[in-house]
């Protein structure tokens, strides 16, 4: 048996991120040979993977980063907070959201299949399943582009916003403010007509059910509905919110208190549990 010295050990950690236990052992069973070592650590992670395949992975990082014009976030899910807040473990995170925007990926499939390190993204995390003893699970990455874009990520990597603007060179606390409008208020569109056409018409019908139980004339329910319905979009829209900073004005009224042509164009939110 090969003579497995504590440099070979510390050697094999540092290429894989395995334990040292686990390096060592697997360098015992391949006799010294550093290429196999890793393999079998990358087996491992397969078998330990498909242990833990039926657990829950709700905790984990929710990054946010801007790549010039373009934006993205992205999760990657574990099983428990202490993992979550690993710093390893979020410098994982951002260097697969980095990969991701750089090579242009679109889809949550496309930043899978990327190569990193000589292995897919997929391939990494049923590893580092392994390496970390818990399931992990890269769960969401979307983009957008605009003019220019801004990410915000709140204390603790578990909410992420970036959002879009139809200009370049928005002030940064402006473009700020409205990325944390984002994070704290979480709406469900930019403005009232890009609301989804089945959440309007569940809405609607929450309303009129509402108003209709409350003994409203079933002829008014219509009226009333639509007035409930513009309620839900001033408190639901990006743009027609009261603003958190000052709730005198709108989000629209702030942005245009800046530059009267200044609008946001898009946006994404993630947080975990929501």
Do not use: W
């Not at 050990?9 to 360098?27: E, I, P, Y």
């Not at 550093?34 to 993977?49: L, Q, S, T």
Request: aromatic letters at 6%; one cysteine or more.
């Amino acid at each position: 048996m090969a003579e497995i010295s504590a440099a070979d050990v510390m050697k094999l950690r540092k290429l894989t991120g395995a334990g040292m236990m686990d390096c060592k052992s697997a360098l015992a069973e391949a006799e010294g040979d550093y290429e196999r070592a890793i393999e079998i650590i990358r087996e491992k992670g397969k078998v330990v993977a498909s242990k833990r395949a039926d657990r829950e992975a709700t905790e984990g990082a929710v990054l946010g980063k801007v790549a010039g014009k373009k934006a993205g976030i992205l999760v990657l899910n574990c099983e428990t907070d202490f993992v979550a807040k690993n710093q390893g473990f979020v410098e994982l995170t951002e260097k697969m959201l980095d990969l991701a925007l750089a090579s242009n990926a679109k889809t949550l499939e496309d930043a899978l299949a990327l190569q990193m390190d000589g292995r897919t993204i997929a391939d990494i995390i049923v590893e580092q399943t392994g390496v970390i003893g818990e399931k992990l699970q890269l769960s969401y990455f979307e983009t957008i582009e605009a003019e220019s874009v801004i990410a915000y990520i709140h204390p603790g990597n578990k909410l992420a916003t970036v959002v879009g603007f139809n200009k370049a060179d928005v002030e940064k606390q402006v473009a700020k403010d409205v990325a944390m409008q984002a994070a704290a208020m979480s709406p469900v569109a930019v403005d009232k007509d890009d609301v989804p056409a089945e959440v309007v018409a569940k809405e609607l019908e929450i309303a009129k059910e509402k108003f209709r139980m409350e003994g409203k004339p079933e002829a008014m329910l219509e009226k009333i509905a639509q007035g409930a319905l513009t309620k839900f979009f001033n408190e639901n829209t990006l743009l027609n919110q009261s603003f958190v900073k000052d709730s005198k004005i709108t989000v629209r009224q702030y942005l245009a208190s800046n530059d009267k042509d200044l609008t946001v164009t898009s946006f994404l939110r993630y947080g975990l549990g929501d």
